[in-house]
């Protein structure tokens, strides 16, 4: 069993900066990819970066060049590093783990980029 614990929304200006912080708890020996999916009101979740244990970055093609995806895997803690944020960056940022095949959420950080 996997618990994910998402810290960092909150409010912020347009071109502003965040970041949040998802740190896994558990029985956990290695985890391989850890990521942050977004979804916004109305909207479908979707993904927005993996970060893999061999050091592998994947990223939203919108979404590159403004958000960075790291992880800290003596912590089992991936963050997620946004700049120039824009009010479409507005959702509820979640933390998604597989660890021995099983898929695990967090609850959500949300993020509303507004003026």
């Known amino acids: 069993q996997v618990q994910l614990v998402e810290s960092g929304g909150g409010l912020v200006q347009p071109g502003g900066s965040l970041r949040l912080s998802c740190a896994a708890s558990?029985?956990?020996?290695?985890?391989?990819?850890m990521a942050w999916y977004r979804q916004a009101p109305g909207k479908e979740r979707e993904l927005v970066a993996t970060?893999?244990?061999?050091?592998?970055?994947n990223y939203a093609d919108s979404l590159k060049g403004r958000f960075s995806i790291s992880r800290d895997n003596a912590k089992n803690t991936v963050y997620l590093q946004m700049n120039s944020l824009k009010p479409e960056d507005t959702a509820l940022y979640y933390c998604?783990?597989?660890?021995?095949?099983?898929?695990?959420w967090g609850k959500g950080t949300l993020v509303t980029v507004s003026s």
């Open positions: 970060g893999l244990s061999s050091g592998s970055r």
């Open positions: 998604n783990v597989v660890y021995l095949g099983i898929s695990y």
């Open positions: 558990g029985s956990i020996f290695s985890i391989d990819a």
